[in-house]
């Protein structure tokens, strides 16, 4: 990695503009996680220890555009898998949430619900929504992994 910092210093003439890029790069490569499964609604949900965090996709937050309030279920509310079980709305738009499992709301993003830009700064990361602790494990595996969700962007929303 020193040395490709290296090479595109000496391109661009410009040291902090080269590490910039590089971080950059390599924030966009851990927003990416493998284990992140996506609904057709464009919610996802990565697991860990039968406990599903969930929240909307990149492409969802985009196309709402700039999120001013979100509505997240109640802790301890009982979902199942299609469920609507909140709302976003944004300066564009409203859009309902869908569970993309069943379980039990363990726990919710107060954050955003105080600082809904979140959503749109992370996501990923600092904007998901509610975490669930799920009652099958086997729904997450009927859902689009990365891959899949992103084919299915390319054909169905392009």
């Excluded at 890029?21 to 919610?43: G, I, M, P």
């Excluded at 700039?66 to 469920?83: F, M, Q, R, S």
């Excluded at 996501?123 to 929504?129: I, K, S, V």
């Excluded at 009652?135 to 054909?155: G, H, R």
Aim: glycine share 6%; proline share 2%; charged share 25%.
């Amino acid at each position: 990695m020193i040395r490709i910092v290296k090479v595109t210093n000496r391109i661009l003439g410009n040291a902090n503009h080269a590490q910039g890029l590089l971080s950059n790069v390599l924030r966009f490569s851990t927003s990416h996680v493998k284990d992140r499964y996506y609904t057709d609604k464009h919610e996802w949900i990565d697991v860990k220890d039968n406990i599903g965090t969930i929240g909307i996709s990149d492409y969802a937050q985009d196309a709402l555009g700039d999120v001013v309030y979100a509505e997240l279920p109640a802790v301890g509310t009982e979902v199942k898998i299609k469920d609507e079980c909140g709302a976003l709305e944004s300066v564009k738009a409203a859009s309902e949430l869908y569970s993309p499992a069943s379980g039990k709301v363990v726990e919710i993003n107060s954050q955003v619900e105080t600082k809904p830009a979140l959503i749109n700064q992370s996501c990923y990361e600092n904007g998901w929504l509610f975490k669930l602790e799920l009652s099958s494990l086997d729904e997450v595996q009927n859902l689009m992994n990365e891959e899949q969700y992103a084919e299915f962007i390319k054909q169905d929303h392009s």
